[in-house]
C-alpha cells in the first residue's frame, strides 16, 4: 500500500529553520497534488502549502514568504523548507497525496486520499 513517512522534525530557536522531508512509496510524487499540513495542540489541522503535478505552489498566508514546498521527482520525496521559525509554527507536520487529477489542490487534509503519521517541529522563544 502507498506509504508517506515525514522527517526532519526537530526543536529550535526562534529565527531557525528545518526541512522536512516526505518520503513516498508506492506513490509517483510527480503524479498529482500534495501538501503539508500541521495541527498543533488544541487546534485543528490546517494547510500549510500544496504542490501541484505541474509544480504550482500555494501557501497558507501565515507561511508565506518563510516556508517553500518542493519535491525531487528522482527521490520520490516532497519537501518543506521551514525559515524564520517562529513559536507559532509550533506544531505537528503532516504530508498528504491525493490520487487523482483535480482543477486545484485541496486544501482539506481529509480530503487527500494518503496521509502520513507526522514529525513534530518545537519552535522555542
Known amino acids: 500500500q502507498v506509504q508517506l513517512v515525514e522527517s526532519g522534525g526537530g526543536s529550535v530557536q526562534a529565527g531557525g529553520s528545518l526541512r522536512l522531508s516526505c518520503a513516498a512509496s508506492?506513490?509517483?510524487?510527480?503524479?498529482?497534488?500534495m501538501g503539508w499540513f500541521r495541527q498543533a495542540p488544541g487546534k485543528e489541522r490546517e494547510g500549510v502549502a500544496t504542490?501541484?503535478?505541474?509544480?504550482?505552489?500555494t501557501y497558507a498566508d501565515s507561511v508565506k514568504g518563510r516556508f517553500t514546498i518542493s519535491k525531487d521527482n528522482a527521490k520520490n520525496t516532497l519537501y518543506l523548507q521551514l525559515n524564520s521559525l517562529k513559536p507559532e509554527d509550533t506544531a505537528m507536520y503532516y504530508c498528504?497525496?491525493?490520487?487523482?487529477?483535480?482543477?486545484?489542490?485541496?486544501?482539506?487534509?481529509?480530503?487527500?486520499?494518503?496521509g502520513g503519521q507526522g514529525t513534530q517541529v518545537t519552535v522555542s522563544s
Open positions: 498528504a497525496a491525493s490520487n487523482r487529477r483535480t482543477s486545484a489542490c485541496y486544501t482539506s487534509f481529509t480530503l487527500y486520499a494518503y
Open positions: 508506492r506513490y509517483t510524487v510527480s503524479r498529482y497534488c
Open positions: 504542490l501541484d503535478s505541474e509544480g504550482t505552489a
